[in-house]
């Protein structure tokens, strides 16, 4: 009878007499022990505390809708792979918005402010979305008292100890969509119909430099969904994870893995990857909802996994 343990309880196994230290820094595991870790599910959640101190405008900086505790990951993330955070920038003040991620998605909620990037400028105002690439330095010097929305892959970044590429070389580039053209391109959308495997109306941003694939930056998706009044998205799923603010919908609510996630006002609702679920637009007005998914991510390695229920 054999008295050796299971190799699925085995300890990491050392190199026996390393000539250096780069040797000594091998290690091995065997395939029992290599695949069992467990990590904690990503939380469905919905942010709704983080806004409400966000519009209060107490002071110039960043809330993070931080989730990396409950997913036991050494780095602020809302998702393994994004992170997403309210931006406060009071009236004659100034934030530095220069973040180590490939880029960042932002949406004004309100405002209106001076954005510098490189030699670049722009004036912002309610309802704009734009696109930064991370590590340029840039900051936003508020007019009036403003309230901003921004998603980026800092996580991604931080889990692969990488830096931002900038210059020519940069995935992404700075660009601004007003809120004019936004609604105008959304209007051009809502005159054509539908077809069946389509859910609502969505406008999906691209830029120049990313419109072979036709995302916002390579890993990132950027859609504006909306909902007819009374209306319903059907139950679906996918491996990317979905980042979504609320920007109007009154009475709506989604469904996350089973769990009913009511809207407010510029809540921040996290879909965790593979998790069942639909939007539903209660009232009498058209739902919006802006929604950031690492889906190029998973496009580009063929594991997208959308599927109806
Ligand atoms: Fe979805």
Redesign the pocket.
């Known amino acids: 009878m054999s008295t050796a343990e299971d190799m699925a309880e085995m300890p990491v196994q050392l190199p026996r007499e390393p000539a250096n230290a780069a040797q000594a820094r091998s290690r091995y595991f065997n395939s029992g022990n290599a695949f069992n870790i467990k990590l904690p599910p990503v939380p469905g959640h919905i942010f709704v505390d983080e806004p409400a101190a966000a519009l209060k405008m107490e002071k110039t900086g960043f809330i993070d809708c931080d989730q990396s505790a409950s997913m036991q990951c050494a780095f602020p993330a809302t998702t393994p792979l994004m992170l997403a955070r309210y931006a406060v920038v009071k009236a004659g003040e100034t934030l530095d918005t220069t973040l180590s991620n490939t880029a960042s998605i932002w949406y004004v909620i309100e405002g209106s402010a001076d954005l510098s990037i490189g030699e670049e400028k722009a004036a912002l105002g309610k309802g704009d979305v734009f696109l930064l690439p991370g590590g340029t330095a840039s900051s936003i010097a508020a007019r009036q008292d403003g309230v901003l929305w921004a998603v980026g892959n800092d996580p991604q970044l931080k889990f692969d100890a990488s830096v931002p590429v900038t210059g020519a070389e940069a995935a992404v580039q700075f660009v601004h969509y007003p809120a004019g053209e936004i609604a105008h391109q959304l209007d051009v959308v809502y005159n054509r119909n539908a077809n069946a495997d389509t859910s609502g109306h969505a406008l999906i941003f691209s830029a120049e430099k990313t419109v072979a694939a036709r995302n916002i930056t390579p890993t990132m998706t950027l859609s504006l969904n909306t909902l007819k009044p009374r209306s319903e998205q059907p139950p679906?799923?996918?491996n990317s994870a979905?980042i979504t603010l609320v920007v109007a919908g009154e009475p709506a609510y989604s469904m996350v893995a089973e769990q009913k996630c009511d809207w407010s006002p510029w809540a921040t609702l996290v879909?965790p990857p593979a998790a069942k679920?639909s939007h539903h637009n209660h009232g009498s007005t058209r739902a919006e909802f802006l929604?950031v998914q690492d889906g190029g991510f998973y496009y580009h390695a063929r594991t997208m996994g959308f599927e109806f229920y």
Do not use: C, L
Request: charged share 15%; no cysteine.
């Open positions: 679906h799923k996918h979905a879909t679920h929604i």
